[in-house]
Every structure is written in C-alpha cells, then in structure tokens.
T-cell receptor
Framework: GAVVSQHPSRVICKSGTSVKIECRSL??????MFWYRQFPKKSLMLMAT?????????EQGVEKDKFLINHASLTLSTLTVTSAHPEDSSFYIC???????????FGPGTRLTVT | QKEVEQNSGPLSVPEGAIASLNCTYS??????FFWYRQYSGKSPELIMS????GDKEDGRFTAQLNKASQYVSLLIRDSQPSDSATYLC???????????FGTGTLLAVQP
C-alpha cells in the first residue's frame, strides 16, 4: 500500500498565531510531497511542491513567507501557516509520491479554522 | 479553455447501472492520467491510473484513454450507493510533475 498520514486532522487557532501541519509517508519513501488547499465545493489548489532536502517550489500567488514548508526527510514534510488569519481557514491536504511522475497518494487532510 | 474539464453533474444513476464519467484535457503532451474519488469532507483517494491508450480494468472500474481525442473516462460497473462521491480527473502535463485537477463530477447512485 501507500499510506500517507497528516496531523492534526483538525485545528482551531486564534488569529495571529502559527499552526504546523505534518505530513508523513508511512510505508514508502516520498521523493516529492505536494501541499494543496481546498475550499468548500471547489477543486484542489496546489500550493507548493516539496522535494526532500531542497527548498519548496511555490505556485504563483502563494506567499512563501506565510506558508513555510520544510521537507526534512523522505518521509516527513511540514507546512506552517504563520500569523494565521480567518481567510486562511481551509482544508489543507498533502500528497506524496515515490516518483514524481507517477501516482500521488493523499493524506487525510487537516481542517484549519482561524477565529 | 480549462486545462482539465469535467461535467460537474450531478450524474444520477440507479443502483446496479454503469456510471460513465468523462474528462477532457488541453495539453497534448500529457503523459499520466488519474481518477480520484473524494467523499464529502474527506481527501481524494486514488482509484485508477492510466498511462497508455486503451482500457485498463480494476474490479468494477475501467479507465479509458484516447490521447488523440485528449479524452479520458472512468466507467463504474454495478454502481453502488457507496460509490456516491465526487470523482476528480487529474492529468500530469508533459513537462511537469504537477497534477492538474478537473473540478470533479458528483456521482449520485440511487438505491
């Protein structure tokens, strides 16, 4: 199988605080991990692509200083939402792939609510 | 023109029928094609991947790819109420490792 976990599954935080979301590939080494966000009834929006040991590549319009991504090992990537605001409230989903040209497997997602 | 297009639905089929989901894409250089199922409030789950022209079958699911027509489809045989979900078509372009997603088709299987 190809299992990807995310933690936490749900988080509520106050405006101005930072939140860290972890994404782990449990049974394979992920050369590349991707971070998406999804608004209700909308499709997935790719935020950034993360390769182990190198800087993440952010999509146009995504603030790299606000959404900090670290890919420290072949099984772990983290997304930190800094100085969160209510408009950052969303469903954040990571995916991981053994080889970036083949299947991506998604984590269960993290629902962030900023009050 | 959107890069990956799907009919948003809802597509309503009776239990036991064949559900046919369609997707077109604009990048002729696309190499990899995927179908994901997403239940409401959950993350996408990979159903099928297909890389070459023709049909690929896995249980009740058949993916069909026609690169000349830039068309990929998913057939679900013997549809069950538990198949009710949004089905996302995803395409990887020829020069990138990123997936481009369609907006998804909502499938409703009526018992």
């Amino acid at each position: 199988g190809a299992v990807v976990s995310q933690h936490p599954s749900r988080v509520i935080c106050k405006s101005g605080t930072s939140v860290k979301i972890e994404c782990r590939s449990l049974d394979f080494q992920a050369t590349t991990m991707f971070w998406y966000r999804q608004f209700p009834k909308k499709s997935l929006m790719l935020m950034a692509t993360s390769n182990e040991g190198s800087k993440a590549t952010y999509e146009q319009g995504v603030e790299k200083d606000k959404f900090l991504i670290n890919h420290a090992s072949l099984t772990l990537s983290t997304l930190t939402v800094t100085s969160a605001h209510p408009e950052d409230s969303s469903f954040y989903i990571c995916s991981a792939t053994r080889d970036s040209y083949y299947e991506q497997y998604f984590g269960p997602g993290t629902r962030l609510t900023v009050t | 023109q959107k890069e990956v297009e799907q009919n948003s639905g809802p597509l309503s089929v009776p239990e036991g029928a064949i559900a046919s989901l369609n997707c077109t894409y604009s990048d002729r250089g696309s190499q990899s094609f995927f179908w994901y199922r997403q239940y409401s409030g959950k993350s996408p789950e990979l159903i099928m991947s297909i890389y070459s022209n023709g049909d690929k079958e896995d249980g009740r699911f058949t993916a069909q790819l026609n690169k000349a027509s830039q068309y990929v489809s998913l057939l679900i045989r013997d549809s069950q109420p538990s198949d009710s979900a949004t089905y996302l078509c995803a395409v990887r372009g020829g020069a990138t490792n990123k997936l481009i997603f369609g907006t998804g088709t909502l499938l409703a299987v009526q018992p």
